[in-house]
């Protein structure tokens, strides 16, 4: 009789936790459904090439005029030397005289 008491306690705990476990596993597919549903309706926005502005221009031509600033800044800064800068000593072979000789 006693065997089966303590073999009874442990089923109950067995299905306590198997409870458990479904109920958590039930709330990430909830969770997953709705990040699903978030994906596919962006998915089906940009399939009609449609999608949220993430610039605050008011119309293209901001943006394009901008873009524009930005690259002429390039430019500038190409031709003035400044476009990048590198601190550390290049090396061929551990050699600095192997290097290639600035212009």
Known sequence: MRLTKVFCITKTEDLSQLDL????????????ELRLKDLEEQYFLADFSFYESKY????????????????S????????????????????????KKRPKDD
């Open 56 to 71: 605050d221009f008011q119309q293209a031509q901001e943006y394009k005029q901008h873009l524009e600033n930005i690259r």
């Open 73 to 96: 800044q390039q430019k500038h800064m190409i031709k003035a030397g400044e476009a990048s800068i590198c601190n550390r000593e290049w090396t061929v072979d551990g050699d600095v």
């Open 21 to 32: 476990d479904v109920d958590i596993r039930k709330q990430r597919i909830s969770e997953l």
